[in-house]
């Protein structure tokens, strides 16, 4: 059938095309779904490269179309990581979590280490920001749909830094710092943020994307020039500490944190291979 090869060949191209040039693919994912309509793999073509073009409110609606249309249309783990992004980035963070949680046990399928990375860094933050929003909840070791998300993103944490180093390896120590001082593990979190700083970890300029909230990278920037400058980072967590993220249930380790480094009791020291 004329109809049906049209669609197979379509979606054969909206699929080639997806990591090169998300707007071909998107046209031709349309093109493949007015050929035969009704058919959610054009949808979730459709929803990914709105993704890849930033378009998260078309990429939204297009997965829900899918999901509507066959629910094992999203399973595939490319298809899932997409998915969870456009939930988190969306604010759908309940569900984003429960996305990841289901992807992280197959996170070796996805192509690349920076990929598989990005993925487990991603679960962390989605991890605290659901305990952030709901902290009596989270703390609740019985309860079944919301685990100690502090320890699950401590998990992610430290099965990302047993990866090969990628881009995101920074970003992976600094919060592991984040996440094992604010579940009360302060000795391990200096002894992390000590490796940190041995290495030269820094925040990177461009956008970190897995944050679930911007405010976040001001925690990350202040645990940085801890290693450093003890007036900058006590200028950091002072403004961290005047963020919305701030004043939830971060405030107090953040608020320690400062605390140490105006005794003069902070870490802050000369950065490695200087000479005091």
């Known amino acids: 059938m004329p109809t049906l090869q049209k669609y197979c ?16 693919s998107k046209q031709a ?15 979730v073509a459709i929803a990914r490269a709105s993704l890849a073009l930033g378009d998260l409110e078309t990429a939204a609606k297009e997965f829900l179309a899918a999901k509507k249309i066959d629910a094992r249309s999203v399973e595939d783990p490319s298809t899932m990581h997409d998915l969870s992004r456009v939930l988190r980035k969306t604010g759908n963070r309940e569900e984003a979590l429960k996305i990841y949680r289901a992807l992280v046990p197959r996170v070796d399928l996805l192509g690349s280490t920076d990929t598989r990375v990005s993925v487990l860094l991603e679960a962390a933050h989605a991890s605290m920001a659901a305990y952030a929003e709901n902290p009596e909840k989270a703390a609740k070791s019985d ?31 600094l919060t592991l710092v984040l996440a094992l001082d604010r579940a009360g593990e302060h000795d391990a979190a200096d002894a992390a943020l000590a490796d940190a700083h041995r290495t030269g970890a820094r925040v990177r300029k461009a956008s970190l994307e897995y944050l679930s909230s911007n405010d976040e990278r001001l925690a990350l920037e202040a645990l940085v020039l801890e290693g450093s400058d003890r007036a900058a980072a006590v200028k950091m967590w002072e403004s961290y500490l005047a963020t919305a993220a701030g004043k939830g249930p971060w405030a107090g380790a953040a608020r320690s944190r400062l605390d140490a480094l105006k005794r003069g009791g902070g870490k802050a020291k000369k950065p490695a291979g200087k000479k005091p």
């Open 9 to 24: 060949d379509m979606l054969s191209r909206a699929r080639a095309q997806l990591g090169s040039n998300p707007e071909l």
């Open 29 to 43: 994912a349309l093109e493949a779904e007015k050929a035969l309509p009704g058919k959610a793999a054009p949808h």
């Open 143 to 173: 309860a079944r749909d919301l685990p100690n998300a502090l320890d699950e993103a401590i998990a992610y944490l430290r099965e990302a830094k047993q990866r090969p180093p990628t881009m995101l390896s920074n970003d992976v120590a």
